[in-house]
């Protein structure tokens, strides 16, 4: 039987092409050893006239950040009529839109924080929301952008209207949750392991964090109470419900356990493409649950279609 034919996007020209060429790249190298026929395409403004003219059976979408993981490349794959992996058009867009994206989690009983979209050059000298908040990009992954404003700052960050600041005109304000960090991946209509992340020399899990190798500790399973595991699992299939998502997903948490066990538990956002890298989350937490790094993304490619 002739293998499947995988073309796997990555690189792309968001800001976390570097996330999503190492990403993609170790799908490559696994879809390779597990008996695929793997294509690896950096993605560029012609990738619709390179994947017509590669017509791969499956696209294997590695990439992260707009373009890749916002509804765009998906509405190009659509036209096409080539299977891919991950969420489809709406389910990509409305998930990369923080805010949206919290707006139907509240309206299905997720618990979220508080926030509100502003002008970032509106925001001046004086705080949109009581310290402490963070200020996020609406429309970015990888925490690029993203600002912790804690309780004794006497002003908002000074970068967010200086022309530094290059993720758009509005942001998100949002109540800093205090807490544990918890992830939850799902695969398919299954909630797998929770995760913990502890970030090693940083105030939180930041860029480097995520991708440096020791920037983070991963406990998987998370040393949590059964209780709030399982509802962790349950939000985060409810998430993926909801928002519409296909294939793999991640959902990320804020768990406030510091006065009793039952604690406050927030949900932050949905990933629709973790990533997939050395140090990335859903690999550790698939193997965890009895997946490895192989048999996850053969599930992915097999589980590829259109009209997602």
Known sequence: MTPKHVAVLLGGFSSERPVSLSSGNSCADELEAVGYRVTRVDVGRDVCSVLAELKPDVVFNALHGPFGEDGTIQGILEYLAIPYTHSGVLASAL???????????????????????????????????????????????????????????????????????????????????????????????????????????????DYDSKYVAGGSKHEVPAKISLNIYQKIQTLALKAHQAIGCRGVSRSDFRYDDRHSENGELIWLEVNTQPGMTPTSLVPEIAAQAGHSFGELLSWMVEDASCSR
């Open 95 to 205: 998930a990369m839109n923080k805010e949206q994206a919290k707006r139907v989690a509240k309206a299905v009983g997720i618990p979220v924080a508080e926030s509100k979209i502003v002008d970032r050059f509106s925001i001046g000298n004086k705080h949109p929301m009581s310290t402490p908040y963070v200020v996020k990009p609406v429309s970015e992954g990888s925490s690029f952008g993203v600002v912790i404003v804690k309780e004794d700052q006497s002003h908002p960050p000074q970068i967010i209207g200086s022309p530094e600041w290059k993720f758009g005109g509005t942001v998100m304000v949002e109540r800093y949750v205090h807490g544990r960090e918890l992830t939850c991946a799902v695969m398919g209509d299954v909630a797998l392991g929770v995760c913990e992340i502890v970030p090693t020399g940083h105030s939180f899990y």
